[in-house]
Nanobody, 121 residues
Framework: QVQLQESGPGLVEPSATLSLTCTVSGASITTRPYYWGWIRQSPGKGLEWLAA???????DYNPSLKSRTSISRDSSKNQFTLQLTSVTPEDTAVYYCARDGTSGPYYWVYWGQGTQVTVSL
């Protein structure tokens, strides 16, 4: 059973860099052909995909956020990390990490429970 757990600060000041980590158990982040991603949901809005990292380390980003977003991984710890720079209150959201399934890339099947991030002074 694949399990994902997000961790990070619950409160971030405007203009700071947000860093979130997803710890994975029950599967290796280097196992092909899977993608691992970050998705968020802001209050009153739908789900928004932010970034993904593939089993081979290739990365992909939402074009609207690409200039502020970075995804990386630590295979030895079976973790992957999201960094979002220059945050504003509009980045307040529940952030989820996820893994896709066998239906194709970015069809997210396994999800973490989500972590609330609030951007405020």
């Amino acid at each position: 059973q694949v399990q994902l757990q997000e961790s990070g600060p619950g409160l971030v000041e405007p203009s700071a860099t947000l860093s979130l980590t997803c710890t994975v158990s029950g599967a290796s982040i280097t196992t092909r052909p899977y993608y691992w991603g970050w998705i968020r949901q802001s209050p009153g809005k739908g789900l928004e995909w932010l970034a993904a990292i593939a089993y081979n380390g290739n990365t992909d980003y939402n074009p609207s956020l690409k200039s502020r977003t970075s995804i990386s991984r630590d295979s030895s710890k079976n973790q992957f990390t999201l960094q979002l720079t220059s945050v504003t209150p509009e980045d307040t959201a529940v952030y989820y990490c996820a893994r896709d399934g066998t239906s194709g890339p970015y069809y997210w099947v396994y999800w973490g429970q989500g972590t609330q991030v609030t951007v405020s002074l």
